[in-house]
């Protein structure tokens, strides 16, 4: 009779799961921002101050950690299975003792806690197909209402800001919002489309992913779109490789990522030639940037300024690096740099260490098992190493590109025979 009324309660709240899931993936993407905080959003506002959003942000935390702590024997293997994004964390949290701003930083680790816990939720809760089946409604959901709010409403869905152009944001803040979450979203229907046997529901998927292209196009993100069509050729050639030797899985890891950043930075200063009036966001605009953060990082090599100080309002550092880059920068704009400014080279390393082997391991299933899944963890990874020349997405207290990519990291130890291709 117990095992009965278990059953049952946990059939009870399954739809609440998935509702808690897809609400909360909406808004860590910043979707529906701009009705929450007023259509005037949409330049680079840092973080942005809401007591709805926070508030919102506290009870995900708080419903994500108690879902967890049913089933603690779960959660305990997934936060074993990587022990470098545990260290890390630990890390931001003890770089209060550091810190340059010791309440700032205190806030953040708690956020980046509560972010993490939501992604080992969703790792540990869910398979590779219902976790893209709860992107797929997530990102459904954004491409719809993206469509809508450009058409209907378009003081909404079309940036009115001189520096970006009349180019669609869609549900979000920014254009760079709706470019890469129509990254993610293409890469989710594309995968629904190659594991669905109903042809109904695969023209369905097809569809969405065709949209989200014209949603990429539409934001005028030019990154995003280099993403989808380099990410889209390199799962076609993988697909038709197969390998059991360890060296030639290394060579073409490199091969890869080397021609992953090569055609990420021609690219984007390709782009900055087409917008001349980008120039502040564009890569040549950031070098000068970088020159400056640099000698920061010299300063404090090991440890950094603490998590999340750096670019703070309130910050000694982040002030005097916009007495001289008049256009206030709001990150480093390269992942690699930011991180190495909040935790130093200590911190950049765990991560680099623990995203090549997950790149490596990825890569070597799939070349050998045809696993579908460690396809999925190889690209989005693949796509987050070359996303951080540019954008900040790493170890982001509350970034929807960082919690998937924790979410896939996690993920990676699960075992199910349906995720291989032909099952």
């Excluded at 059953?7 to 399954?14: A, D, L, N, V």
């Excluded at 050998?368 to 997405?393: A, D, G, P």
Aim: aromatic share 16%; charged share 10%.
């Amino acid at each position: 009779m117990s095992l009965n009324y278990a059953s049952s309660m946990k059939f009870s709240i399954r739809p609440f799961e998935h509702a808690f899931s897809v609400v909360s993936l909406l808004l860590f993407s910043q979707g529906f921002y701009a009705i929450i905080l007023g259509g005037s959003i949409g330049g680079d506002e840092g973080d942005i101050d809401s007591a709805f959003l926070r508030i919102a942000f506290l009870l995900i935390y708080a419903i994500s950690f108690a879902l967890l702590a049913f089933r603690s024997q779960r959660t305990l293997y997934f936060l074993k299975s990587n022990v470098w994004i545990t260290l890390l964390v630990l890390m931001a949290v003890m770089s209060i003792s550091w810190s340059t701003l010791p309440d700032v930083t205190f806030r953040k680790a708690i956020s980046l806690i509560g972010t993490t816990f939501f992604a080992v939720y969703l790792a540990s809760r869910y398979t590779f197909k219902e976790q893209l089946k709860i992107y797929g409604w997530s990102f459904g959901i954004a491409v719809v209402c993206s469509l809508l709010f450009g058409i209907a409403l378009p003081q909404y869905g079309i940036s009115t800001f001189e520096a970006v152009g009349e180019s669609w944001r869609g549900i979000y803040p920014h254009k760079n919002g709706l470019g890469q979450n129509m990254f993610i979203s293409f890469l989710t229907f594309y995968f629904l489309s190659v594991i669905s046997s109903d042809k109904k529901q695969k023209l369905l998927f097809q569809a969405f992913y065709g949209l989200s292209i014209i949603l990429t196009i539409l934001a005028q993100s030019g990154t995003s779109l280099m993403g989808i069509i380099f990410i889209f050729t390199t799962a076609q050639v993988l697909n038709s490789l197969s390998l059991t030797s360890k060296k030639g899985v290394l060579t073409i890891l490199l091969a890869v990522i080397a021609a992953s950043l090569i055609l990420f930075v021609f690219f984007v200063n390709f782009e900055a030639l087409l917008n001349a009036n980008d120039k502040d966001i564009t890569l040549t605009g950031r070098t000068p940037l970088w020159a400056t953060l640099w000698e920061f990082m010299r300063a404090r090599p090991w440890l950094g300024f603490g998590y999340g100080s750096f670019f703070d309002g309130l910050s000694r550092e982040g002030n005097l690096v916009w007495k001289v880059h008049t256009w206030v920068p709001i990150h480093a704009h390269n992942g690699y740099i930011h991180l190495w400014l909040q935790l130093g080279v200590i911190g950049l390393g765990t991560l680099i260490f623990g995203y090549v082997k997950c790149l490596f391991t990825s890569l070597s299933r799939y070349l050998t098992s045809k696993n579908l899944r460690m396809l999925w963890v190889f690209l989005f990874l693949l796509y987050t190493v070359t996303l951080n020349i540019t954008e900040v997405s790493f170890l982001s207290s509350q970034g929807i590109v960082w919690i998937i990519s924790l979410v896939a990291i996690y993920s990676m130890k699960e075992k199910d025979a349906n995720e291989y291709i032909g099952s």
